[in-house]
């Protein structure tokens, strides 16, 4: 028998079929190409640890918001995968600096493929039925109380758009101006 579960898990498996197809023949420069600048990216520090600008999208943002890279979206739907499942599944909260984001493209998908499955996808598939309809529960602080159907569809909208804006930076990279 379906559930609503399996629904919204059919749809979560319909956007990372696609967002990964998205993802094929990336390329190093393609994943750190900065399409305006000033945009948000992920940087390394002095000892080579990358990290991720405006707080990876969990601070208050600048008005206007910085034009974001692959490597930051990249970043920024899998610490939302690795945060809100750890939230939502194991009851504790991550700070930036529980996550590794990758330099490389290859260590990016590697990193997304890990939050997705991992830390969302599995413990989502594997949460009882009523789990959804239950408060999502401390670790979500000002919106504990909101149920945890509410939590799964929100991540599903911001994998949706965010996946989407891989995509139209994707498409955009082959006509970026030529660098003299």
Do not use: K
């Amino acid at each position: 028998m379906n559930s609503v579960r399996d629904s919204i898990g059919r749809a979560f498996d319909d956007v990372w079929r696609r967002t990964r197809e998205r993802l094929d023949g990336l390329s190093d420069d393609e994943y750190l190409w900065e399409p305006a600048p000033g945009g948000w990216t992920i940087r390394p520090d002095a000892e080579g640890r990358w990290h991720i600008d405006g707080e990876g999208g969990g601070g208050p943002a600048p008005d206007p918001v910085p034009i974001a890279t692959l490597a930051w979206r990249i970043g920024h739907i899998g610490l939302m995968f690795t945060d809100f499942g750890d939230r939502l599944f194991q009851g504790r909260n991550i700070t930036l600096d529980d996550v590794e984001f990758s330099g490389t493209a290859a260590g990016a998908i590697a990193f997304l493929e890990t939050a997705f499955g991992v830390h969302w996808r599995e413990p989502f598939a594997a949460m009882p039925e009523e789990r959804l309809w239950e408060p999502s529960g401390p670790a979500f602080f000002g919106y504990a109380e909101y149920l945890a159907i509410d939590t799964a569809l929100h991540v599903l909208d911001e994998f949706i758009h965010h996946s989407a804006e891989l995509g139209v930076l994707r498409d955009l990279y082959p006509h970026r101006p030529a660098v003299t």
